[in-house]
């Protein structure tokens, strides 16, 4: 974390200890969307997009309203942005507005850290290039300890495109300083093998029979199509060799349950079977999005106590 980021600040796990993420983790524990806490009443939350989002925007801003505070929305089309403002005017520009905590998802990793750096309210990574997804991993750490009783002794296995995903890199982070057993799978271009000295624990397969036996998680990814320029992907072959079929399912343990942070694309890296079966939880990861946000922000405000 830059030296002079405003305290509650959340720019990434990397640097997080595992003693406040549990601390995290128990505070949202206790806080429900459906009964208001004016926690942060009267405070503005600045909701800075300058990527798309469905889940990540949507679950900050109902956790802000939820804890009593007011929401402004900025996106990158149709603000000063667009005209060629630099990330930092627009960062001095809404701290003059009056914000008080700045949730900000930026194409270029780094861009959060930049931010918090210079302004002094509390900053939030709501998702950084190819960097890290902070909420998105406390949000999938929450959706797994209400599956499973604990970290100890679990195996997740990790599938699909894990190099152009900042989720993985967020999740890898934050299980393996709980000693999880990492299991990471796909081809050689989504997949490097120097992915394994990511964090302590994680290995690297490209077969995934091998990445599911004894598995208790698996986390899907999408293939991110948008970023494939340049690389040699043949969708057929990735489909044939890794797509979540209810077949392959039976190869992890019997309770293993099935996380995707979104946006899902049927077909590609799983099937409808998979999303919409028994041991999907991906609808119930973006309901945990909300009590894992409310949590953060409270925090971002010394609230959470
Ligand atoms: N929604 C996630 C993200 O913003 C994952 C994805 O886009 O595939 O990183």
Same mark, same amino acid.
């Given at each position: 974390?830059?030296?002079?980021?405003?305290? $509650?600040?959340?720019?990434?796990i990397?640097?997080?200890?595992?003693?406040?993420?549990?601390?995290?983790?128990?505070?949202?524990?206790?806080?429900?969307?459906?009964?208001?806490?004016?926690?942060?009443?009267?405070?503005?939350?600045?909701?800075?997009?300058?990527?798309?989002?469905?889940?990540?925007?949507?679950?900050?801003?109902?956790?802000?309203?939820?804890?009593?505070?007011?929401?402004?929305?900025?996106?990158?089309?149709?603000?000063?942005?667009?005209?060629?403002?630099?990330?930092?005017?627009?960062?001095?520009?809404?701290?003059?507005?009056?914000?008080?905590?700045?949730?900000?998802?930026?194409?270029?990793?780094?861009?959060?850290?930049?931010?918090?750096?210079?302004?002094?309210?509390?900053?939030?990574?709501? $998702?950084?290039?190819?960097?890290?997804?902070?909420?998105?991993a406390?949000?999938?750490a929450?959706?797994?300890?209400?599956?499973?009783?604990?970290?100890?002794?679990?195996?997740?296995?990790?599938?699909?495109?894990?190099?152009?995903?900042?989720?993985?890199?967020?999740?890898?982070h934050l299980l393996?300083?709980?000693?999880?057993?990492?299991?990471?799978?796909?081809?050689?271009?989504?997949?490097?093998?120097?992915?394994?000295?990511?964090?302590?624990?994680?290995?690297?397969?490209?077969?995934?029979?091998?990445?599911?036996?004894?598995?208790?998680?698996?986390?899907?990814?999408?293939?991110?199509?948008?970023?494939?320029?340049?690389?040699?992907?043949?969708?057929?072959?990735?489909?044939?060799?890794?797509?979540?079929?209810?077949?392959?399912?039976?190869?992890?343990?019997?309770?293993?349950?099935?996380?995707?942070?979104?946006?899902?694309?049927?077909?590609?890296?799983?099937?409808?079977?998979?999303?919409?079966?028994?041991?999907?939880?991906?609808?119930?990861?973006?309901?945990?999005?909300?009590?894992?946000?409310?949590?953060?922000?409270?925090?971002?405000?010394?609230?959470?106590?």
């Amino acid at each position: 974390m830059p030296m002079n980021a405003a305290r $509650g600040s959340l720019l990434g796990i990397e640097h997080l200890e595992a003693a406040e993420i549990l601390k995290i983790l128990k505070f949202a524990r206790r806080m429900n969307p459906d009964r208001p806490r004016p926690l942060l009443k009267g405070k503005r939350v600045l909701l800075l997009f300058y990527e798309a989002s469905t889940r990540t925007r949507s679950s900050f801003e109902i956790a802000a309203k939820t804890l009593g505070a007011h929401t402004v929305l900025v996106q990158a089309a149709g603000s000063s942005i667009e005209k060629g403002e630099s990330l930092l005017d627009t960062g001095y520009t809404v701290r003059a507005v009056g914000a008080d905590v700045i949730v900000i998802r930026h194409p270029n990793a780094g861009a959060p850290h930049v931010m918090a750096q210079h302004l002094d309210v509390p900053v939030i990574n709501a $998702g950084d290039g190819l960097h890290e997804h902070p909420s998105q991993a406390l949000l999938d750490a929450y959706t797994i300890l209400r599956n499973k009783k604990s970290f100890k002794g679990l195996q997740i296995a990790i599938v699909g495109d894990i190099f152009h995903s900042r989720v993985a890199r967020s999740a890898c982070h934050l299980l393996s300083k709980f000693g999880v057993k990492i299991i990471l799978c796909g081809p050689e271009e989504l997949v490097p093998e120097v992915a394994a000295t990511l964090a302590p624990g994680i290995r690297v397969t490209r077969h995934i029979e091998d990445a599911l036996r004894g598995t208790d998680v698996v986390m899907l990814l999408r293939v991110q199509k948008e970023r494939l320029s340049g690389l040699k992907i043949d969708l057929p072959e990735y489909i044939a060799r890794y797509q979540m079929t209810p077949a392959r399912l039976k190869m992890a343990k019997k309770d293993a349950v099935v996380m995707h942070p979104g946006p899902i694309i049927r077909g590609l890296e799983l099937t409808s079977e998979i999303a919409d079966g028994a041991q999907s939880r991906i609808l119930e990861e973006v309901r945990n999005g909300v009590p894992t946000r409310m949590a953060i922000l409270a925090r971002a405000m010394g609230r959470m106590r």
